[in-house]
């Protein structure tokens, strides 16, 4: 998941070095929380118009964990 998070965010950014995706340990009902870290020029690059590229992530990031059969949660940093 960290791998597809990286991928999708770096296609996105104009400094795609300074890109990067953690995971936090699973919460109490299973989720994993990821962090996509970019820089403060990038940012309004990875939450789009209205926040549709944000959402759009996190959308392509539930079906990619609905095959594996976990939870996951997607905020951006």
Known sequence: ???????????LVEAPDEVSVTADEPLEDGTTVY????????????IGKQGRIAKAIRTVARSA?????????VEID
């Open 1 to 11: 998941m960290t791998d597809l998070l990286t991928i999708i965010a770096k296609g």
């Open 35 to 46: 962090h996509i870290h970019v820089a403060e020029a990038d940012m309004g690059r990875i």
């Open 65 to 73: 964990a609905i095959r594996k059969d976990v939870k996951v949660q």
